[in-house]
């Protein structure tokens, strides 16, 4: 399976990588998932307290930094998307799995463009 190719259109700029930044750009690209950020945010603020570590907030950080990857290239996102809701549809195991298995490649890569 290929990754999809970037059409070289982006949405916005890349945005900074704070909780503040990702949240405004959430807000643009994909306003419905507000409440999972937020959620995740207050989890991951919680889990740092817990373990005395700022790793849960770069874990937060470097998640919602690839979603919005992800969503700030629109042929990408539809990529992205389209395979989600075909393995989540799937009518057997390995139509599933290629499905997820195109969903992580997308998310690997987007992953890579804003973590290194």
């Keep these: 399976m290929s990754l999809p190719v970037d059409d070289g259109v982006e949405l916005f700029p890349r945005p900074e990588k704070n909780p503040a930044a990702l949240k405004a750009a959430i807000a643009v690209v994909a306003a419905d998932r507000l409440p999972e950020l937020v959620d995740g945010q207050t989890r991951a603020m919680a889990e740092a307290i817990k373990e005395g570590s700022v790793n849960p907030i770069r874990a937060f950080v470097a998640h919602w ?9 629109s042929q990408t996102a539809k990529v992205y998307h389209r395979a989600n809701y075909l393995a989540n549809h799937a009518e057997s195991i390995e139509e599933c799995r290629t499905h997820a ?16």
Excluded at 65 to 73: C, F, G, L, S
Excluded at 101 to 116: D, I, K, L, Q, T
């Design 65 to 73: 930094a690839t979603v919005v990857e992800i969503e700030r290239h």
């Design 101 to 116: 298995v195109e969903v992580a490649e997308v998310y690997r890569s987007a992953y890579a463009a804003v973590n290194g």
